[in-house]
């Protein structure tokens, strides 16, 4: 038996929420992994700190050694963490219900890339300091999704497989503008660059994290209102005009908080592959759901992150290596193991 979503309405019916028992539970039970994987991460280190010691040294009554350790290197990482994992889940979960692809993920369609040439321009021609290459990462994906909207427009209509195919060609001519600047640029400078490039939560201190955690607060709320043009748009654009969705406004509304999303989330740690791409996906499958769960795929981008973190830190030194790296293996994983899944059920 299927079960029928709930809704909760705002004061004056501006808008309103729909939402499955399963997908609720999915939600809370995420939410409450990150606690312990929370306390994990303040555990996780070269400095050695025990559970007893963890609670005293956050709420300022221990050892100052360990609070420095904890508040100025291992708290902001955990946070950053969870702000770029759900920053990057929550865009997932719009670009692949607005294209109605599963590869419709910011990774994949080249905003991550743009973002990243804006990075290493910033780098290798300007030799910038860290906020104006942050700042050079948001400004150059957001650029970069207004020319893929721009060419997505046309004679064929917007979205599906025009935003993925245009996305990928974009991102691929951008890849080559990054290698060419890579080689061209001194070694110094290119190794900055390359390290950016991985993508890494290492050394990452508020004033990294913050401005991803401010943007985080203030584009999930208008994200949400936006939720119920989204799951219309799910069944079509002509179906969605037939419930009164207005499409064009919610489509390019939708987009430019997910582009926003994605852009600072790169800014942060740089490019973090197929976070977008599985959250979502994961999400929709335990919640057994057709639709994308906007908060759900934020909370599992956060989960997913935090985990690929924690896995990099206890590697074995000799396969030590940034979270990008990690989440790019374990991603490759997980997009063979879908695309084996889809040839099955064709099969069938």
């Known amino acids: 038996m299927t079960e029928l979503p709930r809704s909760w309405r705002s004061p004056g019916d501006r808008f309103s929420i729909r939402w499955h028992r399963r997908t609720l539970t999915i939600c809370l039970a995420l939410a409450a992994l990150l606690l312990p994987l929370g306390v994990i991460a303040m555990m996780t280190g070269s400095y050695?700190?025990?559970?007893?010691?963890?609670?005293?040294?956050?709420?300022g009554d221990g050892d100052p050694r360990i609070e420095r350790v904890l508040e100025g290197i291992r708290l902001p990482r955990y946070v950053g963490g969870v702000v770029v994992g759900m920053s990057l889940g929550m865009s997932g979960a719009v670009f692949q219900t607005i294209s109605r692809n599963p590869l419709g993920s910011p990774d994949i369609i080249g905003f991550v890339t743009g973002a990243a040439t804006g990075a290493i321009v910033a780098i290798i021609v300007f030799e910038a300091p860290a906020p104006v290459v942050s700042a050079a990462a948001v400004v150059t994906g957001v650029g970069t999704a207004v020319v893929v909207a721009a060419l997505t427009v046309g004679p064929g209509g917007s979205g599906g497989y025009r935003l993925v195919l245009i996305g990928v060609g974009v991102g691929a001519l951008l890849t080559a503008v990054n290698d060419l600047l890579l080689t061209r640029s001194q070694r110094d400078d290119a190794i900055t660059a390359q390290i950016w490039l991985v993508g890494t939560l290492n050394?990452?201190?508020?004033?990294?994290v913050l401005p991803a955690l401010v943007a985080l607060l203030v584009l999930v709320p208008l994200l949400l209102t936006l939720h119920r043009g989204l799951t219309a748009l799910e069944l079509g654009d002509d179906m969605a005009r037939q419930t009164g969705v207005a499409v064009t406004a919610v489509r390019l509304g939708a987009m430019a908080v997910a582009v926003a999303l994605a852009a600072f989330a790169t800014a942060t740690a740089g490019p973090i592959a197929f976070v977008a791409l599985a959250a979502p996906q994961l999400v929709s499958r335990l919640a057994r759901s057709s639709s994308l769960p906007l908060l759900?795929?934020?909370?599992?981008?956060?989960?997913?992150?935090?985990?690929?973190?924690?896995?990099?830190?206890?590697l074995p030194l000799?396969?030590?290596?940034?979270?990008?790296?990690?989440?790019?293996?374990?991603?490759?994983v997980y997009l063979l193991w879908v695309l084996s899944q889809n040839r099955t059920e064709g099969r069938r």
């Open 318 to 332: 000799s396969f030590s290596a940034p979270v990008g790296l990690v989440t790019g293996v374990l991603g490759g």
């Open 203 to 208: 050394a990452r201190g508020w004033d990294e």
């Open 296 to 314: 759900g795929s934020g909370l599992m981008g956060a989960v997913l992150l935090v985990c690929a973190d924690l896995l990099s830190q206890y």
């Open 48 to 59: 050695p700190v025990d559970l007893a010691a963890v609670w005293p040294a956050l709420s």
